[in-house]
């Protein structure tokens, strides 16, 4: 990279952190009005420079609309039309596919300025996404300026150039999905400021607690069981992170971070662990709170509607059924109203940090995976934490997974820790107890399998539940709730 490129790079990344400081009482306004300009302006270029936006936002005064009067978008109909979607005119889908399955491509830009990634597929087929780098900034910019701590460090303060921020990233192996293209993406210029470690939660866990024992890091962020798989080997000795004294926070991200699961992290740790909720559609979507467990949405960076099955939406306070995202930093290929299958809530109070964005408070698993019990011929969610709780009594358990295989009846999958082993009618015990005390007592058939290690799914996750029979009958099914509007 030239010193010119470097420069503005380095002049784009610091303005950006300057202006996403987190509004606090009184800035609000301002916050608005950045995110309405922004909202127009992306309508406008959409309508101009997308042929996909150009049919769809046809007859619709892009000045003046109000967001409910334009069409929804669902990632099948994004998919299909990717081509027509993207503003850069010589943007193809079947070239944006060749270049990620060649891994030697990863972290590179293509075409020199487009950074790209693909989702898992757990949630169905896997969305391509296409940015450039002043969306990637923005991204590390409201990651920096918010949020967490590093940031009160961070650039353009000059200590940081002696004493870099350590962090920790453990994900997967290297790939194009979002939480390691994003990192891969990292601006150069803002290297110096940061030493990056990059860990699998596929390697072994001998050499994962080795590396973290030698590098001593400032800044975890991982996926929940990873966190917590690692909780489990700080509270067994083998990880000195505590002891080490440098560790400021950890980050969970992708996956929920139910309460019970973050104070153990934090009992084993002694840092708070914040809670992150993005996509790949849009990896700047909110920044975790430094204090409590929820995630400030970025307001003037993305619109995030919490909406019921029929896109009305839904008080703060109460979950939807989904959200409907509209990203305002992604010019490439604009994403607006777009529905992801998240049950999210929005705290209908402000956040004692003081910042002022609104709080999403929490983000319930994907519909698909809520397990539920049937009562007196009524259905009812049964929240993951029955098991939960219960679990936290065996401290021989190293990984544990609840499958819903009918109805009223569950699998617990627990692995024991290494050189300790479990007994199944503890297990089942504790669990008795637990759903006993909830008002559950003898509702449920519960079948423990103990197994050596629950392995992650493709995508490096570890679900704690997995519901293989789907939501029950008198509720709605899962696609009554894609839209069905036709494309104009
Ligand atoms: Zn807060």
Not at 284 to 297: D, E, F, I, Q, Y
Not at 348 to 356: A, E, I, Q
Not at 370 to 395: C, H, K, M
């Amino acid at each position: 990279m030239g010193i010119l490129a470097a420069a503005s790079e380095l002049l784009e990344l610091s303005t950006k952190l300057h202006k996403l400081i987190p509004p606090r009482t009184g800035e609000v306004d301002r916050t608005m009005e950045l995110r309405e300009e922004r909202f127009r302006r992306l309508l406008r270029f959409a309508r101009e420079n997308s042929p996909f936006y150009k049919e769809r936002l046809r007859g619709i005064d892009v000045d003046t609309c109000a967001l409910a009067d334009l069409p929804t978008l669902n990632k099948p109909q994004m998919m299909a039309n990717l081509d027509d979607i993207f503003t850069d005119r010589t943007l193809r889908r079947s070239d944006i596919e060749a270049f990620i399955a060649d891994h030697a491509n990863i972290g590179v830009y293509f075409k020199g300025k487009y950074a790209l990634c693909h989702t898992s597929g757990s949630q169905g087929q896997p969305a391509l996404v296409v940015q450039d780098k002043h969306a990637i900034i923005t991204s590390f910019a409201a990651q920096f300026a918010r949020g967490n701590k590093v940031r009160r460090k961070f650039l353009p303060h000059i200590g940081r150039l002696v004493n870099p921020a350590r962090m920790v990233i453990i994900t997967q192996r290297p790939g194009f999905y979002p939480s390691s293209t994003f990192f891969n993406y990292f601006p150069r210029v803002a290297r110096p400021y940061l030493k990056l470690q990059r860990m699998s939660v596929f390697d072994p866990i001998e050499e994962i607690v080795q590396r973290l024992n030698d590098f001593q890091p400032t800044f975890i962020t991982g996926y929940t069981s990873s966190l917590e798989y690692l909780a489990r080997e700080q509270e067994a000795g083998r990880l000195k992170l505590r002891e080490g004294g440098k560790l400021e926070q950890m980050n969970s991200m992708s996956e929920p971070l139910p309460p019970p699961v973050a104070e153990r992290i934090e009992n084993a740790f002694g840092v708070h662990v914040t809670n992150s909720y993005s996509m790949a559609e849009c990896m700047a979507l909110s920044c975790g709170c430094p204090v409590c467990r929820g995630s400030h949405l970025n307001s003037d960076l993305a619109i995030l509607e919490v909406v019921d099955a029929n896109n009305n939406p839904v008080p703060n306070g109460t979950p939807g059924s989904k959200v409907l995202l509209t990203n305002l930093y992604n010019f490439v290929q604009p994403i607006i109203r777009y529905e992801i299958d998240d049950m999210v809530t929005i705290s209908p109070r402000p956040c004692t940090c003081g910042n002022v964005l609104p709080l999403i408070e929490s983000v319930g698993g994907r519909a698909k995976d809520q397990l539920w019990v049937e009562i007196n011929g009524r259905s009812r969610d049964l929240p993951i934490y029955v098991f939960l709780a219960a679990l936290d009594n065996e401290t021989d358990l190293a990984e544990h997974q609840i499958l819903q295989t009918g109805v009223n009846t569950f699998v617990l999958r627990a692995a024991a820790q290494s050189g300790k082993q479990l007994s199944p009618e503890r297990l089942h015990n504790y669990i008795k107890q637990s759903l006993a005390s909830e008002g559950l007592g003898g509702v449920i058939n519960l079948e423990i399998e103990l197994v050596d290690r629950i392995l992650p799914d493709k995508a490096g996750k570890v679900s704690r539940a997995k519901n293989l029979i789907g939501p029950p009958s008198d509720q709605p099914p899962e696609n009554s709730k894609a839209s069905s509007r036709v494309i104009a």
